[in-house]
T-cell receptor, first 112, second 117 residues
Framework: QKEVEQNSGPLSVPEGAIASLNCTYS??????FFWYRQYSGKSPELIMF????GDKEDGRFTAQLNKASQYVSLLIRDSQPSDSATYLC????????????FGPGTRLSVLP | EAQVTQNPRYLITVTGKKLTVTCSQN?????MSWYRQDPGLGLRQIYY???????DKGDVPEGYKVSRKEKRNFPLILESPSPNQTSLYFC????????????????FGPGTRLTVL
């Protein structure tokens, strides 16, 4: 079992819809959770981070964390074609709290 | 402009020929890290550094070396490259949080595409 798992996609949604991206992690001690976006041929860039159970909203993006279920998600409201990218889930492990583990990423395609 | 730079951006080499990929950041970040990205496997951390002269292994350190002699630079060294090290490599940097771990806002370099024949 991979430590951080995501559906590889592609996930296709129509423009204006809500895109829901999911991530599960196996290390119950994981403490910090991040969503990065990576456009094709480009470097990853941070969208959001979340440390506590519940929801965190930033503009059109909402991150949701459920530590009991070891599940973190990203919702993108009013999806735009410019949101088409690969979304990477990342966690910081508990042991030293110093190294990142990334999921394989979910490719999102927003159709005009 | 705040940035992380990597050189070279593209490199084709042959098995066994030592190479170094440089990484430099101008943001005075303590934390620096190297990742490789392969299709279906995502980003995997090779090595990271919490500060000058402090480095530690990530998940896939075999076949790689790093050094952190200056805060701004974190070169990745492949002493004897092999074809299974063909990959896209990213360097990243971030501040350290009050709790002592890396901040989530890692700034990534543009990537180095390495091919080992």
């Amino acid at each position: 079992q991979k430590e951080v798992e995501q559906n590889s996609g592609p996930l296709s949604v129509p423009e204006g819809a809500i895109a829901s991206l999911n991530c599960t992690y196996s290390d119950r001690g994981s403490q910090s959770f991040f969503w990065y976006r990576q456009y094709s041929g480009k470097s990853p860039e941070l969208i959001m981070f979340i440390y506590s159970n519940g929801d965190k909203e930033d503009g059109r993006f909402t991150a949701q964390l459920n530590k009991a279920s070891q599940y973190v998600s990203l919702l993108i409201r009013d999806s735009q074609p410019s949101d088409s990218a690969t979304y990477l889930c990342a966690v910081i492990r508990d042991n030293y709290g110093q190294n990142f583990v990334f999921g394989p990423g979910t490719r999102l395609s927003v159709l005009p | 402009e705040a940035q992380v730079t990597q050189n070279p951006r593209y490199l084709i080499t042959v098995t066994g020929k030592k190479l170094t990929v440089t990484c430099s950041q101008n943001m005075n970040h303590e934390y620096m890290s190297w990742y490789r990205q392969d299709p279906g496997l995502g980003l995997r951390q090779i090595y990271y550094s919490m500060n000058v002269e402090v480095t530690d292994k990530g998940d896939v350190p075999e076949g790689y070396k790093v050094s952190r002699k200056e805060k701004r630079n974190f070169p990745l060294i492949l002493e004897s490259p092999s074809p299974n090290q063909t990959s896209l490599y990213f360097c990243a940097s971030s501040l350290i949080t009050n709790s002592g771990g890396p901040a989530g806002t890692q700034y990534f370099g543009p990537g180095t595409r390495l091919t080992v024949l």
